[in-house]
């Protein structure tokens, strides 16, 4: 009995296929475009973000702490290693201050969808739980 249905409805089958595909990107997009989907996105935006300023300023330390043993030491280092070590540490400061201001950027983004997409009651919730130390008054 299954064989036959399947034999006497397989072009039914085979169209079932390509729609269940369409209607999960369908869905998946609708849910993408919701108040919810959009700050979710934006969260992880955020926190892509702060994993990169995390990882500059751990760098940029690293270098800074490197430059300041070379100076310490400069009687005994050549000059051009002194200056390569102080070049790394600013260039480091330089990256680190790029990625604190890509992480205003979405953390002001964060903000932006919640007061646009939520209603007021909720600003002030969604901004604690979302963007903590940061004072609500923005």
């Known amino acids: 009995m299954n064989t036959e249905v399947i034999i006497n409805n397989w072009a039914l089958i085979a169209a079932a296929v390509p729609a269940l595909i369409a209607t999960a990107l369908i869905l998946r997009i609708l849910v993408k475009q919701t108040a919810s989907g959009q700050l979710s996105a934006a969260l992880k935006n955020h926190r892509e973000t702060q994993k990169a300023f995390d990882a500059a300023r751990k760098l940029s330390r690293k270098t800074t702490a490197r430059a300041d043993k070379l100076a310490g030491k400069s009687r005994n280092v050549p000059p051009r290693t002194l200056q390569e070590a102080r070049e790394a540490a600013e260039d480091a400061r330089s990256l680190e201050k790029i990625a604190h201001d890509r992480v205003l950027v979405t953390a002001n983004h964060v903000r932006r969808v919640i ?24």
Do not use: I, M, T, W
């Open 115 to 138: 007061v646009e997409e939520f209603p007021p009651l909720k600003h002030e919730e969604l901004r604690n739980k979302y963007l903590p130390g940061e004072d609500s008054a923005a």
